[in-house]
């Protein structure tokens, strides 16, 4: 593929790669607060992502018990 017939990654793969990148940082430090920090961003990445395709998946239906909340 050419430089300029090559296709954007979606927000969906940066996430899923940032989300990857982050782990692979965390596995190298020490346990500690730095390496908790960035395993919980990863896992803030990770749970976009599924609420992200739940979102726009076709079909996607409103969970159950979130009537509640519109009052």
């Not at 782990?23 to 919980?40: I, K, N, Q, S, V």
């Not at 992502?49 to 509640?68: D, F, K, Q, Y």
Request: hydrophobic share 40%; net charge positive.
């Amino acid at each position: 593929m050419s430089e300029s017939t090559k296709r954007k990654p979606t927000i969906s793969e940066k996430w899923l790669e940032i989300a990857g990148q982050t782990r692979d940082e965390a596995a190298r430090l020490p346990f500690g607060r730095a390496r908790d920090a960035l395993l919980a961003k990863a896992r803030q990445l990770e749970i976009a992502l599924e609420l992200n395709e739940w979102v726009t998946s076709p079909g996607a239906r409103i969970p159950v018990g979130v009537e509640n909340f519109k009052k």
